[in-house]
């Protein structure tokens, strides 16, 4: 009897969940001591491995390329009678809610305006500028990140679907260890650590989203934006997010991802019409070719011997912030992705995302460099308000920004939703359908942790915790593109 127990307990949900309450609770009970330890980790890696990050994205980015186009491209993420669960567009809406989420919002203007107000080459202001701006807004939220998301997505889905596994990142990595002595423990280590970068990663996001919602009730409505307002919109949104998780993926997921994407569009669309549009045009187009010419060479920036605070704050922090997303987006994307080839899934997932997310950055970030270098300067001082501050200077901007709150909500809704459901799998030892009690309590730790961050400082914490957290999960990605490559070369093709 005691056996029987002792074989049933879900040490992944345990231990998750233990890991999960210490932060947390160090987090709000010391939080002198968690930005003390934080910030000295973050030093740690910043000196000595902020160039595998540079190499690994990169990495991950042409071998996602190799499988699209290579003899593997064909494979069905699944048997070879399997058809998508969903259609194109439904497809795409739902990876536009789970991938993109409240990071387009929050970074959409304030990103191409510091870069504006403080590029590496050239004056601030000046044409050089502009182009300097948009050119490292399409790196950061172009083609490498979602290679991350897809390769993570697409050794999920092939292992889960294609060779019977459960759904979990440890299933990814069996052809690499094999036999060996220590296989579960190593096996626990990793699923306990995808489930804890995965609540980091989205309680982050959801903080930045709950800054910028009371930065747009300040901006439009003058309601004070304090940290007190702040912990009551992620209470009230995590109630919202939790009822909708436990209706299913279907009857909740999929119609608010149908709702975003109709906000999101709306948004996008007016935005564009009301703004710039010549030069938007002109910008996208020309962003575009500096972006493909020195993709390269940016992708693997870094001073040799002079101060790389510029590369610390941006670059490495998206990479260290995208490899924080990847067990939860993968996952998800492995979920609505049945029945698809490497191919078509490679594509959809790093082609489609990346150009909008480039066509945002152009529309908000010349919508705010058009008003010039003073105001730049003035709207980049609060990160939570400038979106807002541009769209005032706008026809119909009082309407565009309340579209912008309530599309942080929708956002901040969706992803929340997808990530319970995904904790929920990672803790149920894959069950495609994990019990409602399970998504509850992580619904519960991801608005604790949201907490957490806005309380100990914001962008900044996130900054330093996203790249200590990210670290040991980039090691695992080696490993599973190893392991992926290993199954496919036994594919008779």
């Not at 056996?3 to 002198?32: C, D």
Request: aromatic share 16%.
């Amino acid at each position: 009897m005691f056996l029987k127990s002792k074989q049933n307990r879900n040490y992944v949900f345990i231990f998750s969940l233990i890991l999960t309450a210490i932060v947390v609770s160090v987090g709000i009970l010391l939080p002198e001591k968690f930005n003390y330890i934080s910030t000295k980790l973050f030093n740690v890696l910043i000196d000595k491995f902020s160039p595998m990050y540079l190499l690994l994205m990169l990495g991950i980015f042409i071998f996602s390329l190799y499988l699209a186009f290579s003899k593997y491209g064909d494979i069905k993420l699944g048997r070879e009678n399997d058809k998508p669960e969903f259609s194109n567009v439904v497809w795409f809406s739902m990876l536009f809610g789970a991938g993109m989420g409240i990071g387009l919002v929050f970074f959409g203007a304030w990103e191409p305006l510091c870069h504006y107000v403080h590029p590496l080459i050239g004056e601030p202001g000046s044409e050089t500028a502009v182009r300097f701006a948009i050119q490292q807004s399409f790196i950061h939220w172009g083609f490498i990140p979602w290679s991350a998301y897809a390769i993570i997505g697409l050794a999920l889905g092939y292992f889960q679907y294609r060779r019977g596994k459960i759904g979990l990142i440890s299933s990814t990595i069996d052809p690499v260890l094999g036999n060996i002595k220590g296989k579960k423990i190593i096996k626990l280590v990793v699923d306990v650590l995808a489930v804890f970068i995965t609540i980091i990663g989205v309680a982050a996001s959801l903080g930045l989203g709950t800054m910028e919602i009371g930065g747009g009730l300040q901006y439009i409505f003058n309601v004070n934006n304090t940290i007190k307002l702040q912990l009551l919109i992620i209470v009230f949104i995590c109630f919202i997010y939790i009822w909708t998780a436990v209706s299913g993926l279907d009857n909740g997921m999929k119609k608010l991802s149908n709702i975003n994407l109709a906000l999101a569009s709306v948004l996008f669309i007016g935005c564009f019409f009301i703004g710039p549009s010549a030069e938007i045009i002109n910008t996208f187009i020309n962003g575009m070719g500096d972006y493909i010419n020195y993709f390269v060479s940016q992708s693997l920036f870094i001073n040799p011997v002079s101060d790389n605070d510029w590369v610390y704050r941006w670059r490495i922090f998206y990479w260290a912030y995208s490899i924080s997303w990847t067990p939860f987006v993968g996952v998800f994307i492995a979920r609505i992705s049945k029945g698809r080839t490497i191919k078509e899934f490679v594509l959809g997932v790093i082609v489609i995302p990346s150009i909008i997310c480039m066509a945002w950055f152009t529309i908000f970030g010349m919508m705010g460099m058009e008003l010039g270098l003073d105001f730049a300067k003035d709207a980049i001082g609060c990160t939570e308000t400038t979106l807002f501050m541009v769209l005032s200077n706008y026809k119909y901007g009082v309407l565009f920004s309340i579209i912008s709150i309530i599309l942080l909500f929708t956002f901040f809704i969706t992803s929340a939703n997808s990530a319970i459901y995904v904790l929920g799998m990672f803790t149920s030892r894959g069950d495609l359908n994990p019990k409602n009690r399970n998504k509850i309590v992580w619904g519960i730790a991801q608005g604790l942790f949201a907490m957490v961050f806005i309380t100990l400082g914001g962008l900044q914490i996130l900054q330093r915790f996203a790249i200590v957290v990210s670290f040991p999960f980039s090691l695992v990605i080696v490993v599973i593109m190893v392991s992926l490559m290993r199954e496919l070369k036994k594919e008779k093709i």
